[in-house]
């Protein structure tokens, strides 16, 4: 057992309202440049919809990710050879347009313009090109289902489901998905890249891109089957997420993470077994990644466990606070949060709470079914999006969810608190209050927890002082 | 001795080749950020593909030629029993070849280039530069070996071989045909212009991809020395 430490996030569905406040501190820090203004790191996406870029959910366009040839895992775009004989243009690569043209307006006209019969207007330019463009798609265009008469059809996770009944107006139904760098333990950039440029930090499994080993080959951005790596057009380089890297080492949280204004993220750390990452990955059917992937993730609370990570040489700090992992719980313990797509093999460590629903009455009341399964998002559509279609584990989360909301309001309005509901899902008491607490209460410090980066403290600080600012220039 | 044979056949190539190598190695060491190919595929994909594809393919098959061709003295090909005349068919059947296939990949890379209106925004001067001059350089090599019917084997070739060993004979230029005289002294230059432009990809080659593990990690140099002290 090779145990190793990595930053997760979960997302909790249910409570997303949409707002894209998360997309806004990351645009502008991180992606606020030339070449770099068409990324968006943090993107928020409106469910059913084709999303940013288009269809990135179907592999069978830009071929991300890993597919299982026979018994081996292979990159599904191809492997080695594929790639040496492709080195010279990328078959599978997305071009700017199934992201968006970026653009911009001249704001300027409106206080430049001379007196006319017509007040001015600005227009759109685009960013590439200096040019007048007609906006015909944007990194939002989704939002609120718009469009979804037309782009509806292509979504992916619409595989087992009548299409045409959930785009009749009485039948549709929306969520939001914000979606953001897996930074996943078994890596398809990392794996496809030519120069070895992309890689995953092993102290805390952040996967970066090296700029200065960075020669553009492009397949990082095909083979991530997220489509979260970027191609700088102006600087030649690939460039995606980085957790906020500068942050997190300093024990804040991401930008995205600490904006959200409806609190439903929660980042941690995760212990997991590497040993294992090649036999998860190559699970023999897409539904048993899931399953494989929690079991590779590791009880911090285990003393064999704690022991053996200690003398592997996890820091300290980061035990401590993968002990009291909110995501840990969220996944593990309580299994509320799902994988984004598992069925891509990446084996993802963005992970996402399904979103409970409106009740619908499309199917008669008098049938005796569960509420979960009458609610407006089938639960089809959310196994395809979470579960590679397992429809058990999505089942047992909105369960564990909705078991919750009853628990709660018998015990604080109803002044009785009904312990049955609790049964019929595995949960107790005990652990119902802990739920409720950490998606409902919970305070910056419960959401995210994160260790300050490990320093060398061996030197005498003192003698250091001076050594290092601004120097006389100043 | 004549002052420009010298000046154009000695000392031009010998200032082109160090610009190469100290340029190349000075960028490398300095400018590692802007090291890259600048790919414009992400911007338009179609008029892309067959005209970086030929281009590169019929590039580096002139290259391996020219090598082969050139340093190789004739005497060990007839080793080999390839008499210079059937190496210089050999020569000219597969520069014709290839020569067509790397002229056809820059005229649509050029056209795409200027006529493209993202591309060419995103583009610069020196990628225009880069590719005019390789144009030129390769569209004069396919001039040449379509109509040029000279023997290169006696008089460039071995004035090649003596510019790379440091003993230089710029009077084997002498009776060697206009055309040639253009096409080695445009692809000195480009040589010399490289190191400035994106052309620096061309060391970049993945070897190293085709033997490594496919999932890489880096580990901070200073927690290293964490665990050391931890466990003491």
Not at chain 1, 83 to 102: A, Q, R, S
Not at chain 1, 125 to 150: M, Q
Request: with cysteine.
């Amino acid at each position: 057992m090779k145990i190793r430490a990595q930053y997760a996030m979960v997302l909790n569905l249910d409570k997303c309202i949409g707002c894209h406040t998360c997309s806004i501190p990351c645009k502008n820090v991180w992606t606020n440049r030339d070449g770099a203004e068409y990324m968006w790191f943090n993107n928020v996406e409106c469910k059913p919809g084709i999303g940013y870029p288009k269809k990135w959910e179907n592999q069978e366009i830009h071929k991300g990710g890993w597919h299982l040839n026979g018994d081996t895992l292979q990159l599904k775009a191809g492997g080695r050879i594929h790639k040496g004989l492709n080195i010279f243009h990328n078959p599978d690569l997305p071009v700017i347009d199934d992201y968006y043209e970026p653009w911009n307006y001249d704001y300027a006209r409106l206080i430049e313009s001379p007196k006319r019969k017509h007040q001015p207007s600005v227009r759109p330019h685009s960013r590439l090109t200096g040019k007048p463009i007609d906006l015909k798609w944007g990194p939002n265009w989704e939002d609120d289902l718009a469009g979804l008469g037309e782009t509806g059809a292509g979504d992916a996770n619409f595989k087992n489901l009548e299409i045409a009944t959930y785009l009749q107006f009485r039948n549709v139904f929306m969520f939001w998905l914000p979606r953001l760098c897996e930074h996943c333990l078994n890596p398809a950039c990392v794996a496809s890249c030519p120069s070895g440029a992309l890689y995953k930090r092993e102290e805390d499994g952040i996967v970066l891109v090296d700029q200065e080993r960075c020669r553009g080959w492009r397949y990082c951005v095909s083979g991530c089957p997220y489509k979260k790596v970027y191609f700088n057009w102006k600087t030649g380089r690939a460039e995606k997420c980085i957790f906020c890297y500068p942050r997190v080492e300093a024990g804040l949280t991401t930008l995205c993470a600490h904006s959200c204004v409806g609190r439903i993220r929660y980042v941690g750390v995760l212990l997991y077994d590497l040993d294992r990452i090649a036999e998860t990955a190559a699970a023999p059917s897409d539904q048993d990644v899931y399953p494989a992937h929690l079991d590779i993730l590791l009880d911090p609370n285990d003393p064999d466990i704690e022991r053996a990570a200690a003398s592997q040489g996890i820091a300290p700090n980061m035990l401590a606070a993968a002990k009291k992992s909110p995501v840990y719980a969220l996944i593990k313990d309580w299994r509320l949060a799902l994988p984004l797509h598992p069925e891509f093999r990446t084996l993802p460590m963005v992970w996402y709470v399904p979103p409970l629903s409106p009740v619908s009455r499309q199917i008669d009341p008098s049938q005796e079914a569960d509420a979960i399964d009458r609610m407006r998002i089938p639960i089809t559509y959310l196994a395809n999006l979470l579960t590679a279609g397992d429809e058990a584990p999505v089942r047992m989360a909105l369960q564990r969810l909705a078991a919750v909301r009853r628990y709660m309001r018998t015990q604080r309005v109803e002044k009785q608190a009904d312990t049955g509901v609790l049964d019929a899902v595995g949960l107790d008491e005990e652990t119902v209050a802990k739920i409720y607490r950490l998606l409902a209460l919970a305070r910056l410090e419960d959401r995210f927890v994160l260790p300050t980066k490990s320093v060398v403290q061996d030197e005498d600080s003192y003698a250091r002082q001076g050594c290092c600012g601004f120097g006389e220039a100043l | 001795m004549d002052l420009s044979y010298t000046l154009v056949f000695t000392v031009f190539p010998y200032l082109c080749l160090t610009t190469f190598v100290v340029g190349h190695s000075y960028r490398y060491v300095t400018d590692r950020y802007a090291w890259n190919a600048r790919s414009s595929q992400l911007l338009d994909n179609k008029s892309l593909r067959w005209g970086t594809v030929l281009f590169h393919l019929g590039i580096i098959l002139t290259f391996l030629g020219h090598a082969g061709g050139l340093l190789i003295p004739q005497k060990y090909y007839d080793l080999f029993g390839i008499t210079s005349q059937m190496h210089l068919a050999i020569a000219h059947w597969m520069g014709e070849v290839v020569g067509i296939a790397a002229l056809a990949g820059c005229l649509l890379l050029l056209r795409r280039r200027l006529t493209n209106d993202r591309v060419r925004a995103a583009g610069s001067v020196n990628d225009l530069i880069t590719l005019g001059g390789l144009t030129l350089v390769v569209a004069g090599g396919v001039y040449n070996v379509f109509f040029g019917n000279y023997n290169v084997l006696d008089s460039v070739a071995p004035w090649i071989r003596g510019i790379v060993f440091f003993s230089p004979e710029p009077e084997l230029m002498r009776p060697v045909p206009l055309g040639f005289k253009i096409h080695v002294t445009l692809a000195w230059a480009l040589l010399g212009f490289s190191p400035f432009s994106r052309l620096v990809h061309i060391w970049s080659a993945p070897v190293f991809y085709f033997f490594r593990n496919p999932i890489l990690f880096r580990r901070n140099p200073e927690l290293t020395r964490k665990v050391v002290d931890s466990r003491s």
